[in-house]
């Protein structure tokens, strides 16, 4: 394994000399091999970085070398460099899985260019790829909040302390602030971990509804009771329940809430046969339940039985120093969805995102990151004008908003692909004539998208 970023196979050593010199003066790190079997040696799918290599070769030329490494790595980029470059050699390269051919002789500028592009490249797949893996184990314990501020830190070490403590938790916090994500988090680092995570929004539930909900009920107990339910909390026996919301339950439902709190067993609706429970029960809230027990709005004995362990999530503006951090990791994650691109992010930007008060803290940022992924590009990437276009888009048409982002997707694909329509036909699944009467519709000439 290396710890260079380019890895040069080239068999004449004055050709070999100059090119490493020219990729060192320009800031890289290079390995250079006389030969591909040399070099396929040290080529491990984690490598970092880019590839360069002859074509004209003894043994084994650069076409069956670019094909070993794709074997190793499908996304490695290699560029190759030909002497006797023509159509069909360059065509057969690109064919073949090839991120560029260069022909001999090329300049240092022309060089450096490539081998920055392919380095970006590699470096987008490597962060996707890890991305992807880390979405893919989400399920797996472990903190997922994100953040350095000291307050996040504290957060972050409060939950792993008492994951495994048999204990209730309220969760305070903002509206998106990511209470339900503490909650899932305690969750997945305790013990109950291999049971239910079992969640119920206290005040999306009407009110007749809700005893039903939460504790079950038997066949016969009310009207429309055709059969037997199993409520929140007997299916969340073994786990965890949370209880986002809780202000908003009604008070007559808080008192038996009270009640199961304290034995730890319910009895469905319509039986007198007791249940057994064994769960952790983590409630959240956006507003202080001891002011509200004081205007009667919420049982005072149902808050301190509650608030055993408090964790307070602060609201986003009060953690600045951690937006870029999370916007980065909310592209990522778009960007890895949607099999894109991770659209640049510069200082302007930057400047934006730290002079917005957040309103709707992470879930307004996790929405703009999201949209900055998909209309980024059609905005010249003006973070400001994208989050400004908000109240332009809330004046149109269901229709108008689909036309707006259809426009928008066919616009990125032309820009990707050059005004290659072909190209943007097969990345867009869409047959000729169609893209064709979209272009129309929407004044699009695939002139204006060539370089």
Request: proline content about 4%; hydrophobic content about 45%; aromatic content about 6%.
């Amino acid at each position: 394994m290396t710890t260079a970023n380019i890895i040069l196979v080239d068999d004449e050593k004055a050709v070999r000399d100059a090119t490493a010199q020219s990729l060192m003066l320009a800031g890289y790190e290079v390995d250079t091999f006389d030969s591909a079997t040399a070099a396929l040696r040290i080529i491990a799918p984690e490598f970092a970085g880019v590839i360069i290599s002859d074509i004209r070769m003894p043994v084994m030329d650069g076409l069956e070398f670019l094909q070993q490494v794709l074997k190793i790595d499908r996304d490695l980029p290699v560029i190759l460099i030909s002497g006797h470059a023509d159509v069909a050699t360059a065509v057969s390269a690109i064919r073949k899985g090839g991120y560029d051919l260069l022909e001999k002789p090329f300049s240092n500028t022309q060089l450096v260019e490539v081998v920055k592009r392919a380095s970006d490249k590699r470096r987008l797949t490597l962060e996707n790829r890890a991305l992807k893996e880390a979405l893919a184990n989400q399920t797996r314990p472990g903190p997922r909040i994100i953040g350095q501020t000291p307050a996040i830190v504290t957060l972050r070490n409060m939950i792993t302390r008492i994951a495994n403590v048999n204990a209730d938790v309220l969760v305070m916090g903002e509206t998106g602030t990511g209470k339900e994500l503490v909650a899932r988090s305690l969750h997945e680092q305790s013990k109950r971990r291999d049971h239910n995570y079992v969640a119920i929004n206290c005040a999306a539930i009407p009110e007749s509804l809700l005893d039903s909900e939460l504790f079950g009920h038997e066949a016969g107990a009310f009207t429309g009771a055709k059969g037997k339910r199993i409520g929140k909390f007997e299916h969340a026996n073994g786990g965890t329940l949370f209880l986002d919301e809780i202000e908003g339950m009604p008070l007559s439902t808080q008192a038996p809430l009270l009640r199961v709190l304290q034995e730890r067993s319910i009895e469905r609706l319509g039986s007198n046969k007791p249940i057994a429970l064994d769960i952790r029960v983590i409630a959240a809230t956006k507003m202080d339940l001891k002011e509200a027990s004081e205007r009667e709005e919420f049982r005072l004995d149902l808050y301190y039985r509650l608030n055993v362990v408090t964790l307070e999530i602060p609201p986003l503006r009060a953690r600045r120093e951690d937006i870029p951090l999370l916007f980065q990791h909310f592209v990522l994650v778009a960007a890895a969805r949607c099999e894109s691109e991770v659209p640049p992010l510069n200082d302007q930007a930057l400047h934006v995102l730290m002079g917005h008060d957040w309103p709707g803290n992470i879930r307004e940022l996790r929405n703009i990151a999201e949209r900055y992924v998909l209309l980024g590009e059609a905005y010249g990437f003006d973070l400001a004008a994208l989050m400004n276009a908000d109240e332009k888009i809330e004046g149109l048409s269901l229709a108008e908003q689909v036309a707006c982002f259809e426009k928008t997707l066919i616009v990125q694909s032309l820009n990707r692909h050059q005004g290659n329509t072909r190209a943007v036909m097969d990345a867009l699944d869409l047959p000729r004539k169609t893209l064709a009467d979209k272009m129309k519709k929407y004044g699009l000439e695939r002139e204006q998208f060539r370089e």
